[in-house]
C-alpha cells in the first residue's frame, strides 16, 4: 500500500495581489505525473485546498480538472480529500456523490454521524487494503467546547479535551467493526496545530509581520494538541494546517506534509514537499519527503539593509536560469539613520533597472522611529492578556537596530524555540 500525503495547497491564494494560477498549476501537473511515476494508490489531502471560502473560478477549475487527471491518467485508485479552516463545508462537499462513484472521497466537514467518515480503502478485486478515518478542521459545531468558559486556560483546556474525545470515539468505531483485527493500516487525518511545532512560516502581512491566523485556529492561542491526543491504534496520522513539513512529539507516524509552495516571504526558504508512505499490511515500511522542485514556482528573496547596501543588491540580483519564471518577487526594507527625501526615488530608480526583480512591496524606515518610543508608551493602551509575544519581541529587536532579515533569519526561530520551551514547562 502506497500513500502520498499533501495538504495546504491554498489554491487560489495571491501574494500582494498578485495571482499565482501559473504557479499552482505547475504544481497539480507535477503531483499527477509524481502520483503516476510511483504508482500511489491512495492520495490524502489534508486540508486547506483552496485559500478562501469563496475561491475564484479559475482556482476551482484547476481543482477539478486535477482530480478528472487523478482518475483519468493515472492508476492511483482513491484519493480522500478533508476539509481545512480556509475551506468552506458547502463548497467543498458539493460534488461529494459523485466523487465517490470516483473512489475520491471528499469531507468538507465532520458528518453527523462518525460512521460516515470512516472510509474504506479497496483494491480492484474488492479486497481491503486501508481504512481512513477522515477527520476535516473540527469546528465549533462539531468539538462542542463552552465558549464562554472563565479564561482562556480553561478554554484551551475544553478545545483539547473535546478534540481528543473525537479521535478517541473514531478509534473506538474502528475497533467495534473489527477493522483493528486485520493485516491492515488504519489512518486518520487532521487539520490542526500540534504542540512542540513551528509555526513561524505562516503566512505574512503586508506591514511584514508574521500572520498569526494559522496559529490562532480557534481563539487567541487555543487549541495546541499534544500529539498523544491520537490514539495508538493508527498506524500514520496525516496533519494539515502548519506550512512546514515536520514530525509531531517525536514520532515518526505523526506528520505535516507543510504546504508544496511558498506562500508568504518567511517561507521563502522553506524546502516544500509531498511525503510518500509505504505499508506492508499492517507495518509502516517507509516515508520518503519528496522536494517539490523549486523551478516549478517563483522565487521570493527579502531583501533588507541601509539605502545603499538593499541598492546593491537590487543591481546584482542574479538571473534565475533554472526556473519556469525569471523574474523573482521581493519584499523590500530599508532602514534610513535619518530622513531622506530621495530615498524612495533612489530606491524606484533601480528597481526599474532590473527587470529579474519585481517588488510586490518595499518599506522604508527611519531607525529611530522604534527608538523614539519606549516599550511601555507603544504598548500602554493594552491589557496584559492582549499582548502578542512576538509583536514585543520584534519591537525590542527594532529598538536596539536590528534589520527585518536578521530578526527573520537569526533570532526569530530561536525566540520561538524558547518560548515554546517556556510554554511547554508552565503546562
Not at 146 to 168: F, G, L, P
Not at 179 to 202: D, E, K, M, R, V
Not at 363 to 391: G, H, M
Request: proline share 4%; glycine share 4%; with cysteine.
Amino acid at each position: 500500500m502506497r500513500i502520498l500525503h499533501t495538504a495546504d495547497w491554498h489554491l487560489g491564494q495571491k501574494l500582494y495581489d498578485k495571482e499565482r494560477f501559473d504557479e499552482f498549476q505547475n504544481f497539480l501537473d507535477w503531483l499527477i505525473e509524481l502520483i503516476s511515476e510511483k504508482h500511489v494508490d491512495l492520495l490524502i489531502v489534508a486540508g486547506d485546498i483552496f485559500d478562501v471560502a469563496n475561491p475564484p473560478q479559475k482556482a476551482i477549475e484547476q481543482y477539478y480538472q486535477f482530480l478528472a487527471k487523478l482518475v483519468k491518467q493515472t492508476d492511483c485508485q482513491h484519493a480522500v480529500i478533508v476539509g481545512g479552516n480556509h475551506d468552506s463545508i458547502q463548497s467543498l462537499n458539493a460534488p461529494k456523490e459523485l466523487a465517490k462513484l470516483l473512489q475520491l472521497h471528499i469531507i468538507g466537514g465532520a458528518s453527523e454521524k462518525s460512521e460516515n467518515d470512516l472510509v474504506e480503502i479497496q483494491d480492484n478485486q474488492g479486497n481491503l487494503q486501508a481504512v481512513v478515518a477522515a477527520v476535516p478542521f473540527l469546528r465549533d459545531k462539531d468539538i462542542r467546547y463552552n465558549q464562554i468558559a472563565s479564561d482562556s486556560n480553561t478554554r484551551d483546556k475544553m478545545i483539547v479535551e473535546a478534540i481528543s474525545k473525537h479521535y478517541a470515539a473514531m478509534a473506538t468505531l474502528l475497533e467495534q467493526k473489527g477493522y483493528t483485527q486485520l493485516n491492515i493500516p488504519l489512518i486518520t487525518t487532521g487539520h490542526l496545530f500540534a504542540q512542540g511545532c513551528s509555526h513561524y512560516n505562516a503566512e505574512s502581512q503586508e506591514n511584514g509581520e508574521e500572520n498569526q491566523s494559522e496559529k490562532a485556529i480557534y481563539t487567541g492561542n487555543l487549541g495546541k494538541v499534544p500529539a498523544h491526543i491520537f490514539p495508538k491504534i493508527f498506524d500514520y496520522v496525516a496533519l494539515g494546517h502548519l506550512h512546514r513539513s515536520q514530525i509531531v512529539g517525536g514520532k515518526e507516524h505523526i506528520r505535516y506534509s507543510g504546504s508544496p509552495l511558498p506562500l508568504s516571504f518567511s517561507e521563502r526558504n522553506d524546502e516544500k514537499s509531498v511525503l510518500l508512505i509505504d505499508f506492508e499490511g499492517k507495518k509502516l515500511q517507509n516515508i520518503q519527503k519528496i522536494a517539490v522542485p523549486s523551478t516549478i514556482y517563483r522565487k521570493l528573496i527579502r531583501i533588507a539593509g541601509n539605502l545603499e547596501e538593499v541598492c546593491e543588491k537590487i543591481k546584482n540580483f542574479p538571473i534565475q536560469s533554472n526556473s519556469s519564471f525569471p523574474t523573482s518577487w521581493a519584499e523590500i526594507r530599508v532602514v534610513l539613520p535619518s530622513p531622506n527625501p530621495n530615498a524612495k526615488t533612489q530606491l524606484e530608480k533601480v528597481l526599474q533597472e532590473n527587470t529579474r526583480l519585481e517588488a510586490l512591496f518595499y518599506r522604508i524606515d527611519v531607525c529611530n522611529t522604534y527608538q523614539s518610543t519606549s516599550l511601555s508608551q507603544q504598548f500602554a493602551n493594552k491589557d496584559l492578556q492582549e499582548l502578542d509575544p512576538l509583536e514585543i519581541f520584534r519591537f525590542v529587536c527594532r529598538q536596539v537596530g536590528c534589520s527585518e532579515e536578521d530578526i527573520d533569519e537569526n533570532l526569530l526561530p530561536l525566540f520561538l524555540e524558547i518560548k515554546e520551551s517556556v510554554e511547554n514547562q508552565v503546562q
